[in-house]
């Protein structure tokens, strides 16, 4: 089924460029991608839920074809108000909600404070204090530092491509660079994001703003499934085995030779998994 696409008005004003697939009157999915990413990063697991799930995913602010921030509010509060914000102008009542990294962490938040109308949650590879204190979230801080603002050619933003994402297949590092990068009139190549913005927020957070993610996750009342790559840097596995335990809600998963990105690592285990959890029987409460 072809891609709908169509812009909602973010939570601060600015437009949010949204990506459908499947029949409106599916059962919908809501999904977030992280830091860097976009929407049709998850344009394959779509296809996958078809025809029983109405797939929803948008350019996270500041990226893809959404607006850019110009008061550079690029935390885990605005993300969840611009969630809010979406799913209020499409009339959600009950949905699912996934999320990646920077996406997850929204996720969590915006599940605990809407029990009633998260149906389930999938979290890929983020938890607490995986964005703060993690190997891997200082290799982003670092990413985010050394990546140039620009590229003289196609190729050699493949080039770069290859080296920071040396594990994930050629297919998914061009399709990572067709949604990442525009080319100027002079040739060139720049970021699809707001590339300053994003990187003063990680690199020089305000603490105000800082999410203890703890209260939220054992706050969650919907089914929830915690995808981990198995040689990931950033969610620990000894957190995400604390997350079964301090919430009995949340189960978990270990996806074996995938890092960050399961998703482009592992493509069809990661869609396998989740499509088995968000069918699986809703358990019935009460006395049999």
């Not at 085995?241 to 285990?269: K, T």
């Amino acid at each position: 089924m072809e891609e709908r696409n169509y812009k909602l008005q973010g939570s601060d004003g600015f437009s949010l460029r949204v990506i459908e697939w499947g029949s409106r009157t599916a059962a919908p999915i809501v999904m977030l991608h992280g830091i860097r990413g976009y929407a049709r990063t998850f344009a394959p697991l779509a296809q996958a839920l078809l025809p029983n799930f109405r797939a929803i995913a948008y350019d996270q602010r500041g990226r893809g074809e959404s607006g850019w921030d110009p008061l550079r509010r690029y935390y885990n509060q605005d993300y969840v108000r611009d969630l809010e914000a979406v799913v209020e102008q499409l009339g959600l009542k009950r949905f699912d909600l996934l999320g990646h990294s920077m996406g997850g962490i929204a996720a969590y938040v915006y599940a605990a404070a809407n029990p009633d109308r998260v149906r389930r949650l999938v979290i890929e590879d983020a938890g607490p204090g995986a964005s703060a204190d993690s190997s891997g979230s200082a290799r982003i801080r670092q990413e985010l530092l050394s990546a140039p603002g620009s590229f003289e050619s196609w190729d050699a933003a493949v080039e770069f491509m290859r080296r920071l994402r040396p594990t994930v297949s050629e297919a998914a590092r061009l399709d990572r660079l067709r949604n990442m990068l525009k080319q100027r009139p002079d040739g060139t190549w720049t970021w699809q994001y707001d590339h300053a913005g994003i990187a003063e927020a990680r690199l020089n957070p305000d603490p105000s703003r800082q999410v203890d993610l703890w209260p939220h996750v054992e706050a969650i009342k919907s089914p929830t499934l915690v995808l981990r790559g198995g040689r990931s840097d950033y969610l620990a596995r000894d957190v995400t085995e604390s997350l079964g335990v301090r919430n009995r809600n949340i189960q978990w998963r270990e996806i074996a030779d995938a890092g960050h990105y399961i998703h482009d690592d592992q493509p069809e285990l990661f869609t396998s998994c989740v499509l088995a959890f968000l069918t699986a029987p809703e358990k019935v409460s009460g006395n049999t």
